[in-house]
Protein backbone atom coordinates (compact mmCIF):
# COMPACT_ATOMS: atom_id res chain seq x y z
CA UNK A 1 0.00 0.00 0.00
CA UNK A 2 1.12 3.67 -0.75
CA UNK A 3 1.08 6.13 1.62
CA UNK A 4 1.47 9.58 0.71
CA UNK A 5 3.43 12.72 2.52
CA UNK A 6 2.70 16.17 1.28
CA UNK A 7 5.27 18.48 1.97
CA UNK A 8 5.61 22.58 1.82
CA UNK A 9 8.53 23.93 -0.10
CA UNK A 10 10.61 25.03 2.88
CA UNK A 11 14.13 24.45 4.53
CA UNK A 12 12.28 21.78 6.70
CA UNK A 13 11.89 19.34 3.77
CA UNK A 14 15.09 20.40 1.99
CA UNK A 15 16.82 18.74 4.76
CA UNK A 16 14.63 15.50 5.05
CA UNK A 17 14.90 15.10 1.61
CA UNK A 18 18.80 15.22 1.86
CA UNK A 19 19.13 12.82 4.62
CA UNK A 20 15.98 10.53 3.56
CA UNK A 21 14.35 11.33 6.74
CA UNK A 22 10.53 11.01 7.53
CA UNK A 23 9.86 13.46 10.53
CA UNK A 24 8.30 12.35 13.55
CA UNK A 25 7.20 14.60 15.98
CA UNK A 26 5.10 14.58 19.36
CA UNK A 27 1.82 15.08 19.51
CA UNK A 28 2.17 18.39 21.67
CA UNK A 29 3.80 19.92 18.51
CA UNK A 30 0.87 18.78 16.11
CA UNK A 31 -1.60 21.70 15.15
CA UNK A 32 -5.02 19.75 16.58
CA UNK A 33 -4.94 20.42 20.27
CA UNK A 34 -7.41 17.54 19.99
CA UNK A 35 -4.65 15.04 18.66
CA UNK A 36 -4.24 11.45 20.22
CA UNK A 37 -8.03 12.19 21.92
CA UNK A 38 -7.84 8.38 23.77
CA UNK A 39 -5.05 10.40 26.54
CA UNK A 40 -7.80 12.45 27.83
CA UNK A 41 -8.55 11.77 31.03
CA UNK A 42 -11.57 9.18 32.11
CA UNK A 43 -13.61 8.25 34.68
CA UNK A 44 -12.82 4.58 35.51
CA UNK A 45 -15.66 2.16 36.92
CA UNK A 46 -14.75 0.51 40.17
CA UNK A 47 -14.03 -2.82 38.32
CA UNK A 48 -11.51 -1.08 36.22
CA UNK A 49 -10.00 0.29 39.19
CA UNK A 50 -10.07 -3.13 40.98
CA UNK A 51 -8.33 -4.74 37.99
CA UNK A 52 -5.56 -1.96 37.62
CA UNK A 53 -4.93 -2.27 40.91
CA UNK A 54 -4.69 -6.39 41.01
CA UNK A 55 -1.85 -6.60 37.81
CA UNK A 56 0.05 -4.19 39.57
CA UNK A 57 -0.46 -5.54 43.25
CA UNK A 58 0.57 -9.02 41.41
CA UNK A 59 3.20 -7.63 39.80
CA UNK A 60 5.64 -8.27 42.33
CA UNK A 61 6.81 -4.93 41.61
CA UNK A 62 8.12 -3.20 44.82
CA UNK A 63 6.36 0.12 43.43
CA UNK A 64 2.92 -0.98 43.87
CA UNK A 65 2.74 -3.34 46.47
CA UNK A 66 0.76 -1.30 48.72
CA UNK A 67 -1.48 0.24 45.63
CA UNK A 68 -4.33 -1.71 47.54
CA UNK A 69 -4.49 0.89 49.96
CA UNK A 70 -4.83 3.96 47.95
CA UNK A 71 -8.65 5.09 47.23
CA UNK A 72 -10.38 4.89 44.21
CA UNK A 73 -10.35 8.66 43.10
CA UNK A 74 -6.53 8.22 43.55
CA UNK A 75 -6.24 5.04 41.05
CA UNK A 76 -8.71 6.87 38.79
CA UNK A 77 -6.28 10.10 38.67
CA UNK A 78 -2.62 7.57 38.77
CA UNK A 79 -4.15 5.20 35.59
CA UNK A 80 -4.74 8.48 33.71
CA UNK A 81 -1.34 9.66 34.75
CA UNK A 82 -0.35 6.41 33.42
CA UNK A 83 -2.05 6.28 30.53
CA UNK A 84 -0.01 9.52 29.24
CA UNK A 85 3.15 8.38 29.91
CA UNK A 86 3.92 5.76 27.21
CA UNK A 87 2.40 8.93 24.46
CA UNK A 88 5.19 11.18 25.74
CA UNK A 89 7.51 8.14 24.66
CA UNK A 90 6.02 8.19 20.96
CA UNK A 91 6.40 10.28 18.09
CA UNK A 92 4.37 9.75 14.74
CA UNK A 93 4.46 10.81 11.24
CA UNK A 94 1.35 11.27 9.33
CA UNK A 95 0.78 10.16 5.96
CA UNK A 96 -2.46 9.89 3.79
CA UNK A 97 -4.08 7.64 1.63
CA UNK A 98 -5.00 10.07 -0.97
CA UNK A 99 -2.39 12.03 -3.03
CA UNK A 100 -4.71 14.37 -4.88
CA UNK A 101 -7.12 15.93 -2.14
CA UNK A 102 -7.25 19.54 -3.23
CA UNK A 103 -7.64 20.73 0.59
CA UNK A 104 -4.43 18.88 1.57
CA UNK A 105 -2.32 19.99 -1.48
CA UNK A 106 -3.61 23.95 0.28
CA UNK A 107 -3.10 23.44 3.62
CA UNK A 108 0.32 21.06 3.65
CA UNK A 109 1.92 21.67 0.70
CA UNK A 110 2.45 25.89 0.41
CA UNK A 111 -1.12 26.08 -1.71
CA UNK A 112 -0.34 23.90 -4.47
CA UNK A 113 3.53 24.77 -4.63
CA UNK A 114 4.83 21.87 -2.58
CA UNK A 115 4.99 18.39 -3.33
CA UNK A 116 3.86 14.74 -2.31
CA UNK A 117 5.27 12.09 -1.97
CA UNK A 118 4.05 8.58 -2.17
CA UNK A 119 6.00 5.97 -0.02
CA UNK A 120 5.79 2.09 0.85
CA UNK A 121 6.92 0.22 3.57
CA UNK A 122 6.69 -3.56 3.14
CA UNK A 123 9.40 -4.13 6.15
CA UNK A 124 6.74 -2.33 8.13
CA UNK A 125 3.68 -5.11 7.35
CA UNK A 126 1.80 -6.34 10.34
CA UNK A 127 4.26 -3.92 12.37
CA UNK A 128 2.62 -1.77 15.04
CA UNK A 129 4.69 1.17 14.67
CA UNK A 130 2.36 1.90 11.46
CA UNK A 131 -1.66 2.70 12.16
CA UNK A 132 -4.71 3.78 10.39
CA UNK A 133 -6.20 7.10 11.77
CA UNK A 134 -9.94 6.38 13.14
CA UNK A 135 -11.97 8.95 12.75
CA UNK A 136 -15.20 9.13 15.58
CA UNK A 137 -17.23 11.82 16.82
CA UNK A 138 -16.94 10.15 20.59
CA UNK A 139 -14.45 8.29 22.39
CA UNK A 140 -14.76 4.32 22.63
CA UNK A 141 -14.79 2.71 26.19
CA UNK A 142 -10.99 1.72 27.03
CA UNK A 143 -9.74 -1.31 29.15
CA UNK A 144 -6.61 0.00 31.80
CA UNK A 145 -5.01 -3.69 31.28
CA UNK A 146 -2.81 -2.55 28.65
CA UNK A 147 -1.29 0.62 30.68
CA UNK A 148 -0.89 -1.36 33.39
CA UNK A 149 1.31 -4.00 31.93
CA UNK A 150 3.03 -1.33 29.66
CA UNK A 151 4.11 0.70 32.74
CA UNK A 152 5.04 -2.83 33.95
CA UNK A 153 7.60 -3.23 30.95
CA UNK A 154 5.45 -5.83 28.89
CA UNK A 155 5.45 -3.54 25.86
CA UNK A 156 5.04 -6.94 23.33
CA UNK A 157 1.28 -7.92 22.98
CA UNK A 158 -0.04 -4.45 24.89
CA UNK A 159 1.99 -1.87 22.41
CA UNK A 160 -0.53 -2.12 19.33
CA UNK A 161 -4.13 -1.48 21.60
CA UNK A 162 -1.95 1.48 23.28
CA UNK A 163 -1.17 3.15 19.61
CA UNK A 164 -4.41 2.41 18.76
CA UNK A 165 -6.05 3.92 21.24
CA UNK A 166 -3.78 7.06 20.64
CA UNK A 167 -4.22 6.96 16.23
CA UNK A 168 -8.15 8.74 16.98
CA UNK A 169 -9.17 12.04 15.59
CA UNK A 170 -12.76 13.75 14.90
CA UNK A 171 -14.74 12.99 12.39
CA UNK A 172 -14.00 16.50 11.41
CA UNK A 173 -10.46 15.25 9.92
CA UNK A 174 -11.63 11.98 7.90
CA UNK A 175 -10.82 13.87 4.55
CA UNK A 176 -7.49 13.71 5.29
CA UNK A 177 -7.63 9.66 5.29
CA UNK A 178 -4.76 9.65 7.67
CA UNK A 179 -2.04 6.83 8.87
CA UNK A 180 0.71 7.30 11.28
CA UNK A 181 4.29 5.82 11.57
CA UNK A 182 5.12 5.91 15.06
CA UNK A 183 8.83 5.86 16.07
CA UNK A 184 10.04 5.58 20.01
CA UNK A 185 11.03 9.41 20.07
CA UNK A 186 10.99 12.69 17.98
CA UNK A 187 13.32 12.65 15.49
CA UNK A 188 14.18 11.36 11.54
CA UNK A 189 12.68 7.71 10.46
CA UNK A 190 15.06 7.09 7.72
CA UNK A 191 13.54 5.38 4.47
CA UNK A 192 15.85 3.64 1.70
CA UNK A 193 15.22 5.23 -1.37
CA UNK A 194 13.13 2.44 -3.00
CA UNK A 195 10.50 3.09 -0.54
CA UNK A 196 9.69 6.10 -2.72
CA UNK A 197 7.47 5.07 -5.55
CA UNK A 198 5.81 7.81 -6.57
CA UNK A 199 6.80 11.96 -6.51
CA UNK A 200 4.00 14.51 -7.16
CA UNK A 201 4.71 18.49 -7.99
CA UNK A 202 2.35 21.01 -7.16
CA UNK A 203 0.23 22.60 -9.52
CA UNK A 204 1.83 25.85 -8.75
CA UNK A 205 4.88 24.99 -7.96
CA UNK A 206 8.10 27.22 -9.55
CA UNK A 207 10.56 26.06 -12.08
CA UNK A 208 13.42 26.49 -10.20
CA UNK A 209 12.00 24.47 -6.87
CA UNK A 210 10.98 21.51 -8.89
CA UNK A 211 14.96 21.58 -10.59
CA UNK A 212 16.08 21.64 -6.48
CA UNK A 213 13.89 18.67 -5.84
CA UNK A 214 14.99 16.83 -8.65
CA UNK A 215 18.28 17.19 -7.40
CA UNK A 216 17.51 16.50 -3.91
CA UNK A 217 16.21 13.47 -4.96
CA UNK A 218 18.73 12.31 -7.44
CA UNK A 219 18.86 9.19 -5.63
CA UNK A 220 16.17 7.49 -7.37
CA UNK A 221 16.67 5.67 -10.16
CA UNK A 222 17.23 7.88 -13.85
CA UNK A 223 14.20 6.26 -15.44
CA UNK A 224 12.20 7.35 -12.25
CA UNK A 225 8.85 9.23 -13.92
CA UNK A 226 7.99 12.47 -11.30
CA UNK A 227 4.29 13.27 -12.20
CA UNK A 228 3.36 16.96 -12.55
CA UNK A 229 -0.04 17.59 -11.21
CA UNK A 230 -3.34 18.85 -13.04
CA UNK A 231 -6.13 19.82 -13.14
CA UNK A 232 -8.93 18.00 -13.66
CA UNK A 233 -12.66 19.48 -14.57
CA UNK A 234 -14.87 16.62 -14.66
CA UNK A 235 -15.21 15.84 -11.98
CA UNK A 236 -13.12 18.92 -10.79
CA UNK A 237 -10.20 17.86 -9.14
CA UNK A 238 -6.76 17.41 -9.57
CA UNK A 239 -4.99 14.31 -12.17
Request: charged share 25%; proline share 4%.
Amino acid sequence: MILYKYYPCNKNTFVSLSVNGLWCSEHSKMNDPFECLASVDRKFDKEQIQSFKKILVDSGNKLYKNFHLHSDETINKLANSFRKTPLDKYAFCSFSEDPNNILMWTHYANNHSGLVIGFEFPELKNNNNLQKVRYQNQLDDISLTPYANFILGKEDGYLDEILRDYSIKSEHWMYEREWRLWRTCSGYFRYKPENIKEVHFGLNMPIETKAILIKLLSFLPKEFDFKQKELNYNPIGLK
